[in-house]
């Protein structure tokens, strides 16, 4: 399985909803990461994951806060969301943090109302 | 983290045309790697090119890096309206991958 999965494919929310994107791969990979992704821009790296445990935070503000529970899941939960939040969320995986190759998951398009 | 350059910055072609782009940068690659990301998807893996003066082909993809590894190239020959999407170039800088402003391709039939 080569796959990085995301769920919701799609996300509508109000600005004071709680809600959670979540990722999950099943390739023995040791690093996982979210990026925040504007139309027509590159990704943007907010976190990284390495062996479970948080190892880069990019100044993301506290209304993002990341959840890896185990090496296979990401969560990413969100509360009290802005509209300007709105964006393309892609969450990847690569064997280690340092190894070059990411695999990148399909995205949650996230709406804040 | 040192800053990727990439242009042009769209390009919107007809079937069939070739086409260039190009990502550079005023320091030294470690290595590079190229991405496309379709429509609605993720960014996807294309070619990571390490040694300078290197080459690589993937169907009518041709990866150049150069010489002196500051500067890369994508060529892509007789272009399909697959091929539509945004072009990435990324350096892995410590535990972080440093995308660059990315080449959006239209092709168009």
């Known amino acids: 399985d080569t796959e990085v999965t995301q769920t919701p494919k799609h996300l509508v929310m109000g600005m004071t909803n709680k809600k959670s994107l979540k990722c999950e791969q099943h390739?023995?990979?040791?690093?996982m990461y979210w990026y925040k992704q504007k139309a027509k821009k590159p990704p943007e790296l907010m976190f990284v994951y390495s062996y479970e445990k948080l190892s880069i935070n990019e100044s993301v503000p506290s209304r993002f806060s990341p959840e890896c529970p185990n090496s296979s899941l990401l969560n990413l939960h969100l509360h009290a969301l802005q509209p300007e939040d709105s964006a393309l969320y892609l969450c990847?995986?690569?064997?280690?943090?340092?190894?070059?190759?990411?695999?990148f998951g399909p995205g949650t398009r996230l709406t804040v109302l | 983290t040192q800053l990727l350059e990439q242009s042009p910055q769209f390009l919107s072609i007809q079937e069939g045309e070739n086409l260039t782009v190009y990502c550079n940068s005023s320091?030294?690659?470690?290595?590079l790697q190229w991405y496309r990301q379709e429509p609605g998807e993720g960014p996807v893996l294309l070619v990571t090119v390490v040694t300078g003066g290197e080459v690589k082909k993937l169907k009518r993809l041709t990866f150049q890096f150069g010489d002196a590894r500051k500067d890369s190239s994508l060529h892509i020959t007789a272009a399909q309206p697959g091929d539509t999407g945004l072009y990435l170039c990324?350096?892995?800088?410590?535990?972080?991958?440093?995308f660059g402003a990315g080449t959006i391709l239209r092709v168009k039939s």
């Open positions: 390739m023995g990979h040791r690093a």
């Open positions: 990324a350096e892995a800088y410590g535990n972080k991958l440093v």
């Open positions: 320091s030294v690659f470690s290595s």
């Open positions: 990847a995986s690569s064997q280690t943090s340092g190894a070059n190759e990411q695999f």
